[in-house]
Nanobody, 125 residues
Framework: VQLQASGGGSVQAGGSLRLSCVAS????????VAWFRQAPGKEREFVAA??????????YADAVKGRFAVARANARRNTVHLQMNSLIPEDTAVYYC?????????????????WGQGTQVTVSS
């Protein structure tokens, strides 16, 4: 699976962005598809995840609950979106799309097999 993340940019606090993760090579199937982020000088952290077949989730980090929403786009397009609303400067980070096909905690970064390149999100105050 090859993953392509897009949609990052620069916004002011309170603004919105929508990130997209498109898979090629094979469909997501029953994979977990997730978003992680890494801010400067910090470790990468879980943001949100969804089971592509609808069997579980969505799952959110406490820091983004109520503001972010992860969802599948049209199944044929093999795309997952991360809608980010009410952005705050602390959301500034490189956001990564990732996928896996093993059970377990969706927040476990080590279990993810496929990673896209990051997309930068910058929120100014």
């Amino acid at each position: 699976v090859q993953l392509q993340a897009s949609g990052g940019g620069s916004v002011q606090a309170g603004g919105s962005l929508r990130l997209s993760c498109v898979a090629s090579g094979r469909t997501f199937g029953s994979y977990f598809v997730a978003w992680f982020r890494q801010a400067p000088g910090k470790e990468r952290e879980f943001v949100a995840a969804i089971r592509w077949n609808g069997a579980g989730g969505p799952y959110y980090a406490d820091a983004v609950k109520g503001r972010f929403a992860v969802a599948r786009a049209n199944a044929r397009r093999n795309t997952v979106h991360l809608q980010m609303n009410s952005l705050i400067p602390e959301d500034t980070a490189v956001y990564y799309c990732t996928a896996r096909n093993v059970p377990g905690a969706p927040t476990d970064e080590a279990e993810y097999d496929y990673w896209g390149q990051g997309t930068q999100v910058t929120v100014s105050s």
